[in-house]
């Protein structure tokens, strides 16, 4: 719960605010100056007496069509000083935090428990939430989004939420993102921060494009840049905005509704997309891969397949430089430790340092020693104690999943 920012007690209103997750919706609403506290809770449904565990079993029975009783919304008790804020500026904050026309959900959390609603007091909340709604309804048309689907009732049994919900994104940073709303503008509105300026699709690559599509202040943004961007040796372009929109004249097949969300784009056209990221590298890169690679190679990548002997890519490339990783980029082995071992594979005595992992492998039989690339996971080959020396291994690796970067002249 959001503490006052003055000792004074002067007169306050409240008004009940529901905008999917209560966590973003406090700390939105607490950066308006006037607003005194905020505080997470449940209303709107018909239990007097509900708990987080119940909204959610409540939920769960409602949407397998188990139960009709009408459940809670998570909702934020917004007290704030008239003198200094009104009631419209509170409520066009609230327009503008997020996306009121999703119906039961709220970016990645669907339910009528993640549903938008203002619940009023008194006859002149109501008139005022009707007649913002109103107002926002028509600059969302002109943006091209359907109709607001917020409901505006009577207050029905407000509930509290649990100690640790209060305050949850201050004392856990690394909570949920969103992106912040439509960006869609309260008609002469002066709370409104315009958008980022949209990417120029002239800067960038119109055949193949990722687009990291950020939020500021988001602990998962940063750690996707730490863990991911901060190491790009792909071939693909990778870029990031603020903006939650494409570039002019390139479409996404839907909203972006949570951060990171990362895009592949063909021909200006969205393909693909990532929607967050928590930390796994590996299931980032595969879904990647997913989208680069040929058949023959996720079979080999995803599904621990193995090339025919003598089939595969690169049996008999001697030139300078590396073999990399075909999603990565990231090096592998260096030419100068292949050596010919008649296997019908090509075999390496020594891989980059740190560019791969073992793995012990059983799936035969016979226990065998799986070897991976470290950067993004997938099935390399294996590893045998019959190569030459210094190392006298042979690691024995499928080409079609080797890419090779000759060295520069």
């Not at 008004?15 to 607003?35: N, P």
């Not at 990171?260 to 056209?269: H, M, N, R, S």
């Not at 590893?383 to 190392?391: E, I, R, S």
């Given at each position: 719960?959001?503490?006052?920012?003055?000792?004074?007690t002067?007169?306050?209103?409240?008004?009940?605010?529901?905008?999917?997750?209560?966590?973003?919706?406090?700390?939105?609403?607490?950066?308006?100056?006037?607003?005194?506290?905020?505080?997470?809770?449940?209303?709107?449904?018909?239990?007097?007496?509900?708990?987080?565990?119940?909204?959610?079993?409540?939920?769960?029975?409602?949407?397998?069509?188990?139960?009709?009783?009408?459940?809670?919304?998570?909702?934020?008790?917004?007290?704030?000083?008239?003198?200094?804020?009104?009631?419209?500026?509170?409520l066009?904050?609230?327009?503008?935090?997020?996306?009121?026309?999703?119906?039961?959900?709220?970016?990645?959390?669907?339910?009528?428990?993640?549903?938008?609603?203002?619940?009023?007091?008194?006859?002149?909340?109501?008139k005022?939430?009707?007649?913002?709604?109103?107002?926002?309804?028509?600059?969302?048309?002109?943006?091209?989004?359907?109709?607001?689907?917020?409901?505006?009732?009577?207050?029905?049994?407000?509930?509290?939420?649990?100690?640790?919900?209060?305050?949850?994104?201050?004392?856990?940073?690394?909570?949920?993102?969103?992106?912040g709303g439509?960006?869609?503008?309260?008609?002469?509105?002066?709370?409104?921060?315009?958008?980022?300026?949209?990417?120029?699709?002239?800067?960038?690559?119109?055949?193949r494009?990722?687009?990291?599509?950020?939020?500021?202040?988001?602990?998962?943004?940063?750690?996707?840049?730490?863990?991911?961007?901060?190491?790009?040796?792909?071939?693909?372009?990778?870029?990031?905005?603020?903006?939650?929109?494409?570039?002019?004249?390139?479409?996404?097949?839907?909203?972006?509704?949570?951060t990171?969300?990362?895009?592949?784009?063909?021909?200006?056209?969205e393909?693909?997309?990532?929607?967050?990221?928590?930390?796994?590298?590996?299931?980032?890169?595969?879904?990647?891969?997913?989208?680069?690679?040929?058949?023959?190679?996720?079979?080999?990548?995803?599904?621990?397949?193995?090339?025919?002997?003598?089939?595969?890519?690169?049996?008999?490339?001697?030139?300078?430089?590396?073999?990399?990783?075909?999603?990565?980029?990231?090096?592998?082995?260096?030419s100068?430790?292949?050596?010919?071992?008649?296997?019908?594979?090509?075999?390496?005595?020594?891989?980059?340092?740190?560019?791969?992992?073992?793995?012990?492998?059983?799936?035969?039989?016979?226990?065998?020693?799986?070897?991976?690339?470290?950067?993004?996971?997938?099935?390399?080959?294996?590893?045998?104690?019959?190569?030459?020396?210094?190392?006298?291994?042979?690691?024995?690796?499928?080409?079609n999943?080797?890419?090779?970067?000759?060295?520069?002249?």
């Open positions: 719960m959001t503490q006052p920012k003055s000792s004074q002067p007169q306050t209103n409240i008004i009940v605010l529901g905008m999917g997750c209560f966590w973003g919706a406090e700390k939105r609403l607490s950066e308006l100056d006037g607003v005194t506290n905020v505080e997470s809770g449940y209303a709107g449904g018909d239990d007097p007496k509900a708990n987080y565990q119940e909204v959610l079993n409540l939920e769960k029975k409602i949407r397998a069509g188990q139960q009709t009783e009408r459940n809670h919304a998570e909702v934020i008790k917004v007290t704030y000083q008239p003198d200094i804020v009104s009631l419209e500026t509170v066009i904050k609230f327009w503008e935090s997020h996306n009121p026309t999703q119906g039961d959900r709220q970016g990645n959390d669907i339910g009528t428990n993640y549903r938008s609603a203002i619940y009023y007091q008194t006859n002149h909340e109501k005022i939430s009707e007649q913002t709604k109103a107002t926002y309804q028509t600059a969302l048309t002109q943006a091209g989004y359907p109709r607001i689907t917020t409901e505006i009732a009577p207050l029905k049994h407000y509930i509290t939420a649990e100690t640790y919900h209060q305050d949850y994104l201050k004392k856990n940073p690394n909570g949920y993102c969103g992106l439509t960006n869609v503008s309260y008609p002469n509105s002066n709370t409104h921060t315009p958008p980022p300026a949209l990417l120029n699709s002239k800067d960038l690559n119109s055949q494009q990722l687009i990291v599509f950020e939020a500021k202040d988001c602990a998962y943004c940063e750690k996707f840049k730490q863990e991911i961007l901060n190491h790009w040796q792909s071939d693909v372009a990778i870029t990031t905005t603020l903006n939650p929109n494409p570039p002019k004249d390139w479409t996404l097949e839907k909203p972006l509704f949570a990171p969300t990362i895009v592949l784009f063909e021909q200006g056209k393909v693909s997309r990532y929607t967050g990221y928590n930390g796994d590298k590996t299931r980032f890169w595969k879904w990647l891969g997913q989208r680069l690679l040929t058949p023959e190679q996720r079979k080999i990548a995803f599904e621990e397949g193995t090339e025919r002997p003598f089939t595969g890519s690169h049996l008999d490339e001697t030139r300078p430089g590396y073999f990399v990783d075909p999603i990565t980029g990231a090096k592998l082995f260096r100068d430790t292949k050596f010919k071992s008649g296997t019908g594979w090509p075999s390496f005595f020594n891989p980059v340092e740190g560019a791969i992992t073992t793995h012990v492998d059983k799936t035969l039989g016979v226990e065998r020693i799986e070897v991976r690339s470290a950067s993004s996971g997938i099935h390399l080959g294996h590893v045998f104690n019959d190569g030459p020396a210094p190392t006298f291994k042979r690691y024995c690796i499928n080409g999943v080797l890419k090779f970067v000759a060295d520069e002249e």
